[in-house]
């Protein structure tokens, strides 16, 4: 099985802040890499799918990048409704694992 | 409205078996592989299963493999998760999600339903 890795694990950020979480496949996903954004009490919303595309609706300061084992998730100018906790996902081969989540705290 | 509908959650006890059913509306059931995901309280996501469109390929999280069955019936337009042997670590939200692409059932999830509660517990 594909072994998801994030990093960090948490972090504090302010409104306007740019951050980037990793994420890292134990072997190549080619550009099978989807991102997710779970709010306490809701599903989780797809944000980003084959690593660097935007799903629709959401909004242009989320971005993905990478391919092979290591990617990335940039939000820039973060906004009061994203704090939340990001997962990525790889659907390169069953069982499509996800990453143990990445969680951001209002500083 | 896509729309993707739980239910079937509740309380069993350990060794037990429940199932739960997830209605689809709103787009073309039978053209789309289907999954499960959960969430035990206080850890992330864990994918479970997923079932192509045609329902004769499966596959299974190591942790329920052998335990959990999915199936759907694309007349009703509706996806099913067996539980059998339940136990304790099973307790979690079980989502059921739609895969995006028709084409290509190795993508991303882009619908989710709302959730359906499983306690394991005696």
């Known amino acids: 099985d594909i072994q998801m890795t994030q990093s960090p694990s948490s972090l504090s950020a302010s409104v306007g802040d740019r951050l980037t979480i990793t994420c890292r496949a134990s072997?190549?996903?080619?550009?099978?890499l989807n991102w997710y954004q779970e709010k306490p009490g809701k599903a989780p919303k797809l944000l980003i799918y084959?690593?660097?595309s935007l799903q629709s609706g959401v909004p242009s300061r989320f971005r993905g990048s990478g391919s092979g084992t290591d990617f990335t998730l940039t939000i820039s100018g973060l906004q009061p409704e994203d704090f939340a906790t990001y997962y990525c996902q790889q659907s390169f081969s069953p069982p499509f694992t996800f990453g143990p989540g990445t969680k951001v705290h209002i500083k | 409205e896509v729309q993707l509908l739980e239910s079937g959650g509740g309380l069993v006890q350990p060794g037990g078996s429940l199932r739960l059913s997830c209605a689809a509306s709103?787009?073309?059931?039978?053209?789309?592989?289907m999954n499960w995901v959960r969430r035990a309280p206080g850890k992330g996501l864990e994918w479970v299963s997923v079932?192509?469109?045609?329902?004769?390929?499966?596959y299974y999280a190591g942790s329920v493999r052998g335990r959990f069955t999915i199936s759907r019936d694309n007349s009703k337009n509706t996806l099913y998760l067996q539980m059998n042997s339940l136990r304790a670590e099973d307790t979690a939200v079980y989502y059921c999600?739609?895969?995006?692409?028709?084409?290509?059932?190795?993508?991303?999830?882009?619908?989710w339903g709302q959730g359906t509660m499983v306690t394991v517990s005696s």
């Open positions: 079932i192509y469109s045609g329902g004769s390929i499966t």
């Open positions: 999600a739609k895969d995006r692409n028709s084409a290509n059932p190795e993508d991303a999830l882009d619908i």
């Open positions: 084959a690593a660097s």
């Open positions: 709103g787009f073309t059931f039978s053209s789309y592989a």
């Open positions: 072997q190549s996903i080619s550009s099978y």
